[in-house]
């Protein structure tokens, strides 16, 4: 494990829990629930990589339009318009709405399709990577895609063509996913066995207060800490705090 090559995630105590980050080339799934930061968890990590590194970021919508997740960061101090004329950073819109309006400017709209809907979505997320030489990717949020195929046999079959997709790459990649449920005793979710690793955000009731918790779950390859730990969110992002305790 010690010569195992490693992503710096850039996040103020995360990378103390992964033994010196995240495993290069693995896909880690970040699920949370609303509010507990994951778009800015996932954001920080791209800009951490093309500031600190030199390693260019695409960043793939399934749910909101690039329009709003770049109003959404304005309040951070990331200038991701400078990044995106540098070519260091790319935003591949597959929003409903993004790709609904491009389909009807192309006359070309196939709702209901899924198994075209996929195909689309693996080769524009190809071109993204091949724009930019993306070396970290976030895509944001997976039930967007998921939620197409209720069968848990075809949605496993999704999970499994978009991460083969991400792994030929050679890009270490971040997807999100909603909670469902939250707590001590929660659901696990079918993502949460596909994926290299698995980081968990929620807001737990400790004490008085509401706490932000995360936790890492799993990830292969190096050795971890799996408690939970608090975290807070400020102007420069997300900062977790790894030798505070919780309970």
Same mark, same amino acid.
């Given at each position: 494990?010690?010569?195992?090559?490693?992503?710096?995630?850039?996040?103020?105590?995360?990378?103390?829990?992964?033994?010196?980050?995240?495993?290069?080339?693995?896909?880690?799934?970040?699920?949370?629930?609303?509010?507990?930061?994951? *778009?800015? $968890?996932?954001?920080?990590?791209?800009?951490?990589?093309?500031?600190?590194?030199?390693?260019?970021?695409?960043?793939?919508?399934?749910?909101?339009?690039?329009?709003?997740?770049?109003?959404?960061?304005?309040? $951070?101090?990331?200038?991701?318009?400078?990044?995106?004329?540098?070519?260091?950073?790319?935003?591949?819109?597959?929003?409903? $709405?993004?790709?609904?309006?491009?389909?009807?400017?192309?006359?070309?709209?196939?709702?209901?399709?899924?198994?075209?809907?996929?195909?689309?979505?693996?080769?524009?997320?190809?071109?993204?990577?091949?724009?930019?030489?993306?070396?970290?990717?976030?895509?944001?949020?997976?039930?967007?895609?998921?939620?197409? $195929?209720?069968?848990?046999?075809?949605?496993?079959?999704?999970?499994?063509?978009?991460?083969?997709?991400?792994?030929? *790459?050679?890009?270490?990649?971040?997807?999100?996913?909603?909670?469902?449920?939250?707590?001590?005793?929660?659901?696990?979710?079918?993502?949460?066995?596909?994926?290299?690793?698995?980081?968990?955000?929620?807001?737990?009731?400790?004490?008085?207060?509401?706490?932000?918790?995360?936790?890492?779950?799993?990830?292969?390859?190096?050795?971890?800490?799996?408690?939970?730990?608090?975290?807070?969110?400020?102007?420069?992002?997300?900062?977790?705090?790894?030798?505070?305790?919780?309970?």
């Amino acid at each position: 494990m010690a010569n195992i090559e490693r992503v710096k995630s850039g996040i103020p105590g995360l990378d103390e829990m992964l033994n010196g980050g995240i495993p290069k080339g693995r896909v880690i799934l970040v699920v949370g629930g609303p509010g507990t930061g994951k *778009t800015i $968890f996932c954001t920080q990590f791209l800009i951490n990589g093309i500031k600190q590194y030199g390693e260019p970021g695409l960043f793939i919508s399934l749910d909101e339009t690039g329009y709003h997740i770049k109003r959404e960061l304005a309040s $951070f101090n990331w200038d991701i318009a400078q990044l995106e004329r540098d070519k260091m950073w790319t935003l591949v819109d597959l929003s409903p $709405f993004g790709h609904m309006a491009k389909e009807m400017k192309r006359s070309k709209i196939a709702l209901g399709k899924r198994e075209f809907a996929l195909e689309k979505a693996i080769d524009d997320i190809k071109k993204g990577v091949k724009s930019v030489g993306a070396k970290r990717i976030v895509i944001d949020t997976m039930n967007s895609l998921t939620y197409q $195929f209720p069968d848990s046999l075809q949605r496993r079959a999704v999970i499994l063509s978009l991460m083969e997709v991400f792994v030929s *790459t050679g890009a270490t990649t971040l997807m999100t996913a909603e909670l469902r449920t939250s707590g001590l005793e929660r659901e696990v979710q079918l993502e949460e066995y596909l994926a290299h690793g698995v980081i968990i955000m929620q807001t737990l009731q400790v004490g008085k207060a509401a706490t932000r918790i995360l936790q890492i779950e799993k990830m292969r390859e190096t050795p971890i800490d799996t408690q939970m730990r608090p975290y807070r969110i400020n102007e420069k992002g997300i900062e977790v705090y790894p030798k505070e305790s919780v309970f």
